[in-house]
């Protein structure tokens, strides 16, 4: 992970965010919910920008910030989000509606494991974005991975857990060392698949991108 005087450079260098986003960052940072880090945001907004996916799946919606922030960098896109947790996903609709981006941001509540089938009717996806349980992305990534379109990328948030998936002794909490296990394990599962090609880069909590092969490659 980089630096926290570089991290604070990147973010120094980060164009002022709009009202409306920067009243989120505010109000996750009051309300301890954890949204994705202006840095990691930005390389995934500039991966996105490349490919220029039509219909996205998010999982883990929190109050709405990555959805939004995609939808506004990719006016064309559709994006589903999946959260699970009734106040933040009310807060997320509050938000969708503030930042006028209904028309682009379907929200479903609900477990991700327990939703597939509804979310499938807006299938194939040309880019998914895993930011929930970090125990259970692989879970996560087998279920709805079937939902990909050929060449779609699936982008994983956290994948290297405050840098517990490198230590070599146990943390002190006991729960963190348990997710940061199944997270090293997630990682170690997903560079092993021949179906995709992945790299997991460097930057906020560590951000996996895994392209999926086509038939020809």
């Known amino acids: 992970m980089l630096a926290k005087d570089v991290v604070h450079y990147l973010q ?5 965010p709009d009202p409306d986003i920067a009243e989120m960052e505010q109000y ?11 840095v990691s945001m930005e390389v995934l907004l500039f991966v996105l920008k490349t490919v220029r996916p039509r219909r996205i799946l998010e999982i883990g919606t929190a109050i709405g ?25 009310d807060r997320a609709r509050f938000y969708i509606g503030k930042t006028n981006t209904e028309h682009q941001i379907e929200a479903v509540f609900g477990d991700a494991l327990a939703v597939e089938a509804d979310v499938a009717a807006a299938a194939p996806f040309d880019a998914m974005f895993i930011d929930a349980a970090k125990g259970q992305y692989e879970r996560f990534f087998t ?49 092993a698949r021949s179906d995709y090609d992945t790299i997991i880069i460097p930057v906020g909590d560590g951000l996996a991108i895994s392209k999926k092969r086509g038939e020809r490659e």
Do not use: C
Not at 158 to 165: A, E, M, P, R, S
């Open 28 to 38: 996750a940072h009051e309300h301890r919910v954890p949204i994705m880090d202006p």
């Open 12 to 16: 120094q260098l980060r164009p002022a």
């Open 65 to 89: 910030y990555s959805a939004i922030r995609m939808a506004k960098a990719l006016p064309e896109a559709h994006i589903v989000t999946i959260e699970k947790d009734r106040e933040r996903y």
């Open 143 to 191: 279920l709805y991975e079937p939902l990909l379109a050929e060449g779609g990328l699936i982008i994983s948030d956290n994948v290297l857990f405050k840098g517990l998936v490198a230590a070599e002794t146990p943390a002190d909490n006991k729960r963190l060392w348990n997710i940061a296990k199944k997270i090293r394990r997630y990682n170690e599962w997903l560079m």
